[in-house]
């Protein structure tokens, strides 16, 4: 199993939420982070001055997949969150060791 | 249906044994008031207090949100203070018989003979105890301005004293000085229609003085000291705003021509200043930042109070106009000059008041108010002078005095949060209680 973690736009996040309902995927976790990376600062004013925010909010969606789907999931995600310009984002793929579903106590590829 | 019946039989006998009560009063009143004026200025006292909460939301929301509740607090607390020492002393003490012109005298205190006839010198068509309540909201609005100034840093306990004694020491001699009878700067022709000097310069040069002797938030400029929420800040600017027709329209105490003037000059000024303000911030920073927009709004409203009375739609553009400049620059002055005042109260209310003061002396005609003056542009001279005088001394006694007195407040109590407990918040801290949960 793999998870797929991708920060986002925030304005993208009803697209890839639907791209990935539409390949079997509806299970997630969604955070609202904020964080830098190559996007430069943005400038706000504060009365007569400016100040910049070097933080820039996103969000973080997170989901569970087998491993052979998480491929097909960071494609959906990568074509449902791309505008071509600087802060669209990046998607990690990490191993899982175990998933256990609450309710049943079922356990790995069949919890999720 | 029985007990019904005796419930209302016993409510009836209770209404029945009031009506000698409030008769009483109507008794009391000896024909000379004037109804039209009397409602009027209770209608405008409700709206200058309503400016004191609206001055804690307008601070508020700029503050982080780990202290905007112990700016709302904080104003509640000047309200319940300021409101008791007012009927005690405050109003003897700024409207009472005169002692040398610096001060009144305790005739008075506790109200007494305050009562449902008109004051013969002051307000003379209300009852003097309303005229007292209209001018205790101002002596709470004005103690609660200088909050902006120590916003997030100050201790209660300290707080507290300062302002029983700013109120009673530093407030009251200035609203003597200019608005009692026998008063030295009144004597002296200044005028001043609804508290330039005796609210703005004096909370503004107060608050200068108060951010001096407390130092800088430890908080300042590490990048979260920034408005948490403007819509806030907008909810208390329109709310003072509104409040301000009862200020300076009330400020005629009759409802007459002269209230009307105010009312409408009141209108002109801070709109003026508003987008006078946009306009400086949309050439300095590249777009009309909101929270200016409602600050240049404030600005005029400050600049226009000592004129209202006085000048006439020419005037109050012009003060509108300079209300919008000279504030932004007051702002930018005091960042350079690393005082934090917290919320800018120097360079809204202690630059906006300065500026309107002197414009008083320079457009306020006579046509507008015959109890007025000219003022340069209308060919009279004196009338600047005084103003300037009027300026310098309420700079100056506000400015010391205030200095002075948390000097030593600072001797016998810890003034400030240290640096753990102003991170944490002040919320938490002093009251126990977060904004938002």
Redesign the interface.
Known sequence: MKKVEAVIRREKLNNVRDALESIGVPSMNVIEVSGSGEQKEF?????????SV?LIPRIRLETVVSDQNAEAVAHEILKAAWTGSVGDGIIFITPIEEVVRVRTGEKGEDAI | MIGRVARIAIIAAFLLLLIPALAVPAAAADGNIDKADTAWVLVCTALVFIMTPAVALFYGGMLRKESVLSMLGQSIIVIGIVTVIWVVIGYSLAFGPDMNGVIGGPDFVMLRSVGLTPSPVYATSIPQLEFMMFQGVFAIVTVALILGAVAERMRSKALIVFIVIWSILIYNPIAHWVWGSGGWIGKLGALDFAGGTVVHIASGVSALAAAMVLGKRFTAGDGNDVPHNIPLVILGGALLWVGWFGFNGGSALAANEVAVNAFVVTQIAAATAAVTWGTISWLHLGRPGVLGLITGGIAGLVAITPAAGYVDTTGAIIIGLGAGIFCYLGIIVRRRIRVDDALDVWGIHGVGGTWGAIATGIFATTAVNSAGKNGLLFGGTDLIVSQLIAVAAVWAFAFGATFVLLKAIGKFTELRLNKDEERIGADIIQHGESAYS
């Open positions: 400038k706000q004013q504060w009365r007569a001055s400016e100040y070097h």
